[in-house]
């Protein structure tokens, strides 16, 4: 059963930095293409940024040269590194996990099929 915990969430000044993880079971995160996506409350999820099983890796512009997406096989877990936050990254962050080994034409949520709990990230201004 593929499970996903995400953790590493909380509160940050603007400008800040969090790194989240996501920790897999069931699979190994190796052989998946990975994402990370958020929602804000009254807002559509949205993805953030997606790896492939090969290292390719997709960002939405929004977060492009702020936040870093990667593998820690050794660990098969699914890394964030979220660098400059701003008060309009604050959401909650989801992990997700697509049975697919390359990325899809579009970074939407649709191609996923599993999903963690997701963690909070709030940046204060």
């Known amino acids: 059963q593929v499970q996903l915990a995400e953790s590493g969430g909380g509160s940050v000044q603007a400008g800040g930095s969090l790194r989240l993880s996501c920790a897999a079971s069931g699979y190994t995160v190796s052989t998946y293409s990975m994402g990370w996506f958020r929602q804000a409350p009254g807002k559509e999820r949205e993805g953030v940024a997606e790896?492939?099983?090969?290292?390719?890796?997709r960002y939405a512009d929004s977060v492009k040269g702020r936040f870093t997406i990667s593998k820690d096989n050794a660990k098969n877990t699914l890394i964030l590194q979220m660098n400059s936050l701003k008060p309009e990254d604050s959401a909650m962050y989801y992990c997700?996990?697509?049975?697919?080994?390359?990325?899809?034409?579009?970074?939407?949520?649709?191609?996923?099929?599993?999903w963690g709990q997701g963690t909070q990230v709030t940046v204060s201004s």
């Open positions: 997700a996990a697509d049975p697919y080994y390359e990325l899809r034409a579009t970074m939407t949520q649709e191609w996923y099929t599993y």
């Open positions: 790896i492939s099983k090969f290292g390719s890796t």
